[in-house]
């Protein structure tokens, strides 16, 4: 079903005191809020009955950027294919409900978009995964600038392609797709903390958002906001792709409705996933293939 963009207050946010606080929590790296999730009892979803083998394709957050307290890709703490037990990763709760654990090609690629995803294809179908995760569109709507991110038509024709050409070339495969997240909630969470302003004023990516960070000016909001209008246009846009193809799962908008709190958020760039938010994508993740039916 078709969203409108979630409206939250852009006057106050979290509490500078709170988010403060909160990141400092999160500088010194893992801690009790990284122990491992309880895998014990967990049934094998019917949507994925027997994943011998699991194909991911996405971006940075699929790859574990900025995850680990170090810069730079950490495939481990991936939600989908990752090995650390405080993530409990989807390939662990597979192999921890199946007894099984599945072989793992991690055809993300950092930076990536929806393009760059459908060049990949031919790697997972080599494959032939049983069960392909996608999460995918953080990279359309982050750009220098809003005539930069990809229109809403080009990603749902490109979504489209993608999903067509895994269910005829992967036609074993279930495949899930996640929303994308609310990136306008990550600015707003770590708006008020002066190290995730200066990071993101400092940094190249995704100025049609974070440039500026500390402004508050009509024109900067306008700007934040039509970044948050075209994320909640791409997922309609995965939901209705997802709904054409007889063997996807989308999940319903949850990881695009879920807000992800200063310590889930990477205290390097203040806008990846750290440990405990890669747990939460993976949570929110095995929820949709629980509840789905292929």
């Known amino acids: 079903m078709t969203r409108a963009p979630r409206r939250r207050s852009r006057s106050n946010g979290l509490p500078i005191a709170v988010v403060a606080l909160l990141v400092g929590a999160m500088a010194s790296g893992c801690s009790a809020a990284d122990a491992a999730p309880d895998l014990s009892g967990l049934d094998t979803p019917a949507a994925a009955p027997a ?6 394709l996405g971006d940075s957050v699929s790859l574990g950027v900025n995850a680990c307290g170090t810069q730079g890709q950490c495939a481990a703490a991936s939600w989908s294919g990752g090995t650390d037990p405080a993530v409990g990763s989807v390939a662990e709760r597979l192999a921890a409900a199946s007894g099984v ?19 990949m294809v031919p790697e997972l179908v080599r494959a032939q995964p049983q069960l392909v995760t996608v999460l995918l569109g953080g990279n359309d709507a982050c750009a220098p600038s809003l005539d930069e991110m990809t229109p809403a038509a080009d990603f749902e024709a490109r979504v489209a392609e993608l999903f067509g050409r ?46 500026s960070a500390d402004d508050d000016s009509a024109e900067a909001t306008a700007r934040r906001d039509a970044v948050a209008a075209r994320v909640a246009e791409y997922n ?11 063997h996807c799962i989308d999940d319903d908008g949850a990881l695009y409705a879920y807000d992800f709190s200063a310590e889930e958020i990477s205290s390097i760039d203040f806008f990846h996933p750290s440990i405990a ?12 293939l629980e509840g789905g039916s292929t």
Do not use: F, M, Y
């Not at 938010?277 to 949709?288: E, F, L, T």
């Open 51 to 56: 994943v011998e083998t699991l194909g991911i």
């Open 101 to 119: 654990e599945p072989a793992v090609v991690n055809a993300a690629k950092d930076g990536g978009d929806v393009g760059d995803a459908l060049a």
């Open 166 to 211: 895994l269910d005829a070339e992967v036609p074993d495969a279930t495949i899930l797709a996640l929303s994308v997240p609310d990136i306008h909630h990550l600015w707003e969470v770590g708006r008020g903390n002066a190290r995730a302003v200066q990071a993101w004023n400092g940094s190249p990516s995704c100025k049609n958002l974070l440039g």
């Open 236 to 246: 309609a846009a995965i939901e209705r792709a997802c709904s054409g193809v007889e």
């Open 277 to 288: 938010g890669q747990r939460a994508i993976a949570g929110i993740a095995w929820d949709a």
